[in-house]
């Protein structure tokens, strides 16, 4: 099993590790690096709670090798901007007032999805943030108020235009 050297940049932050060939990129960013907001789901790409912007698209860490994202600019949920610091990002700030969440630990990632939808297209139809919420998986709640949070995300995005 080989070692590879990588530099990443995290939330901002150039960080250099040594990882095996076979570390997945969630267990570079958890284990190694300390940054816990991206969780650890299935392990298959299937639920989302791993999801993190690999520059700038929003990307599954649990299905991505960290060799492969030598040189990249990662942006994991903790390093979202959006107002004063230790405030919330205006996405988290929607699912919180819509009830988005139960246990909270699939929210990572449905904000993390949210934020590219919503940088993709600023007013998506409900329809379209189904769709776009597609490969992420909640198991504690119904889908309905975390598709109101990001209505309301949309919303609040573009008052502030």
Not at 70 to 90: N, Q, S, Y
Not at 148 to 156: K, L, N, P, Q
């Amino acid at each position: 099993m080989g070692e590879h050297d990588i530099t990443l940049t995290v939330n901002g932050t150039d960080e250099r590790l040594t990882v095996e060939s076979r570390t997945l990129l969630i267990h570079a960013l958890r284990d190694e690096l300390g940054y816990t907001g991206p969780k650890v789901g299935c392990e298959t790409s299937a639920c989302g709670a791993c999801t993190v912007h690999v520059d700038g698209d929003a990307v599954k860490s649990c299905a991505l090798l960290a060799v492969q994202a030598d040189g990249a600019e990662i942006t994991t949920v903790e390093g979202l901007e959006g107002g004063p610091e230790d405030a919330l990002h205006p996405i988290q700030e929607s699912f919180h007032a819509e009830h988005g969440l139960q246990c909270g630990y699939c929210t990572p990632g449905m904000v993390m999805t949210t934020a590219q939808l919503l940088a993709d297209d600023s007013a998506p139809t409900r329809d379209e943030i189904r769709a776009g919420l597609k490969g992420n998986r909640c198991r504690c709640t119904g889908y309905q108020n975390v598709v109101d949070a990001v209505e309301t995300a949309a919303s609040r995005a573009e008052e502030d235009r």
